[in-house]
């Protein structure tokens, strides 16, 4: 007789003692945990429907299960005491449920205990403008923004809102006061909780998805009139951004988005996930765009756009960088593996160069 498996408790606690990120629980397969990138296979027995259906309507809200009946999806996030918060993604497989139960990574030592930058602080000081936050899925984009608007709260005295699907770290009021409103529960879309956000006295708002060309003008708009907004995107790099932000417009509103990104954004960060040469979980690759004079002036024509990178790799005064640097600084301190660093990075070839020229790789 097959042994019935551990608690939903039991298998959440074995997630965070494991240093895992993701928990999967997909019918007719075991338990199976993703670390350091990596996903392994319990030797549990195989999850049932009945397991998963159980699982489900132990945690999820009435919203949930209608989502899940209604759309065959749902995304919700909920905490356990003594284990924290996690996000969970529930969807219809073959007529069974399946659920991923995403590791929401508490903000602890602020932006140096996550490996970021000094520019990024200097990009977090609560002033109006757009701020972008990159990455590709589970490069740690949702940690970053919460250490950004943990940062204000503990330096500035502001309003800010939140605006999230679903939400995920939850902020006590410090210096700041903190209002957290989730799609579809307090608020119909991104699009009409920022429409909101600004006839509501809010100094910041963070924008968790930009999903759509409305969602997109609307941050623009409450960047453009004094509001500190930090938006996340999936795309990879800062180059992919802006041009995923324009192009997200009717060829003709272009030129003019164009115009309102160059002077409203204030930077753009960007990272990925390199595994550690210890083995000891993964380390954040980070590159950072500053918006300066001649950024500024790259944006507006879109012609010159494209050589905002040589801006980012010659703009180390300003705290920019670009991901090539940033994983030679990581292979430089020791932290990856240079068959990683080389793996990751845009360009093999200019990668070795550098590496020669700082005389960490023999010609």
């Known amino acids: 007789m097959q042994e019935p498996l551990p608690s939903l408790d039991e298998l959440l606690t074995k997630l965070t003692q ?54 065959g999806e749902s995304d919700f996030a909920f905490g356990r005491s003594g284990l924290g918060r996690f996000r969970v993604s529930a969807f219809k497989q073959r007529g069974s449920i399946t659920l991923v139960f995403r590791t929401v990574r508490t903000v602890e030592g602020g932006f140096e205990a996550l490996g970021l930058p000094v520019a990024v602080e200097r990009l977090a000081d609560g002033k109006s403008g757009l701020l972008l936050i990159t990455g590709p899925s589970g490069s740690g ?11 204000v709260n503990a330096t500035q005295k502001m309003s800010i809102v939140t605006i999230e699907d679903p939400i995920e770290n939850l902020f006590p009021d410090n210096q700041s006061l903190i209002s957290q409103r989730e799609v579809g529960l307090d608020t119909d879309t991104f699009a009409t909780g920022l429409r909101a956000a600004m006839r509501n006295d809010v100094d910041v708002i963070f924008v ?20 500190f907004v930090v938006a996340i995107l999936p795309t990879f790099d800062s180059l992919e951004t802006i041009n995923r932000v324009i192009e997200s417009f009717e060829p003709y509103q272009r030129q003019q988005v164009r115009q309102v990104l160059s ?51 010659e703009g180390e005064f300003f705290g920019m960088r670009t991901y090539d640097q940033a994983i030679l600084g990581l292979y430089a301190r020791g932290e990856v593996s240079f068959e990683d660093a080389v793996s990751y990075a845009s360009s093999t070839i200019e990668f070795k160069a550098a590496a020669q020229t700082r005389g960490l790789l023999s010609a």
């Open 208 to 227: 968790g998805e930009l999903p759509d060309r409305e969602t997109m003008a609307m941050a623009l708009r409450a960047a453009e009139t004094g509001h």
């Open 263 to 313: 002077t409203t954004l204030k930077g753009i960060i960007s990272q990925q996930l390199l595994p550690r040469v210890d083995g000891a979980g993964r380390v954040a690759a980070v590159e950072v765009l500053v918006n300066t004079e001649r950024v500024t002036e790259k944006l507006k024509d879109e012609e010159k756009a494209a050589s905002i990178i040589e801006e980012i790799a």
């Open 18 to 71: 494991v240093g895992g990120s993701d928990l999967h629980l997909k019918v007719g397969s075991p338990p199976a945990y993703r670390i350091s990138g990596v996903v392994h296979r319990s030797d549990l027995a195989p999850v049932s429907p009945d397991d998963t259906k159980r699982y489900f309507e132990e945690l999820a809200t009435e919203p949930a299960r209608a989502a899940l009946d209604r759309d």
């Open 141 to 151: 984009r949702t940690t970053t923004a919460a250490a950004v608007i943990d940062h």
